[in-house]
């Protein structure tokens, strides 16, 4: 089994930054990928980024509505998974979480039935 703990969520500006934390334990070294995905009110669960737990780091997926503006990081020796978010909008205002799995396929990192570990989730408001 492998634990999931999200923080940094909270209230920011339109345009502010925010950087999101998961904590990760138990068998992670079981893990092959780290997502971040988010749901918004009355709206689906969404892809945001992923990144390799034992690859390359220099391999990072992005949804296309959060390219060039959120950055995804790991930091494998505190089990952390990072999302910095910059120039934030109110549509980023969503229940923010992060998954892990087994498996690592680009066909499948997005969808969010490809992951079998959640977190809780950090709400993350924007205000115009």
């Known amino acids: 089994q492998v634990q999931l703990v999200e923080s940094g969520g909270g209230l920011v500006q339109a345009g502010g930054s925010l950087t999101l934390s998961c904590a990760l334990s138990?068998?992670?070294?079981?893990?092959?990928?780290v997502g971040w995905f988010r749901q918004a009110p009355g709206k689906e669960r969404e892809f945001v980024a992923a990144?390799?737990?034992?690859?390359?780091?220099?391999?990072?997926y992005y949804a296309d509505s959060v390219k060039g503006l959120f950055t995804i990081s790991r930091d494998i020796a505190k089990n952390t998974v990072y999302l910095q978010m910059n120039s934030l909008k109110p549509e980023d205002t969503a229940v923010y979480y992060c998954?892990?799995?087994?498996?690592?396929?680009?066909?499948?990192?997005?969808?969010?039935?490809?992951?079998?570990?959640w977190g809780q989730g950090t709400q993350v408001t924007v205000s115009s």
């Open positions: 990144i390799p737990w034992s690859w390359s780091a220099a391999s990072t």
């Open positions: 138990g068998r992670t070294f079981s893990i092959a990928v």
């Open positions: 998954a892990a799995d087994q498996v690592l396929t680009i066909a499948t990192m997005k969808k969010d039935s490809s992951y079998d570990y």
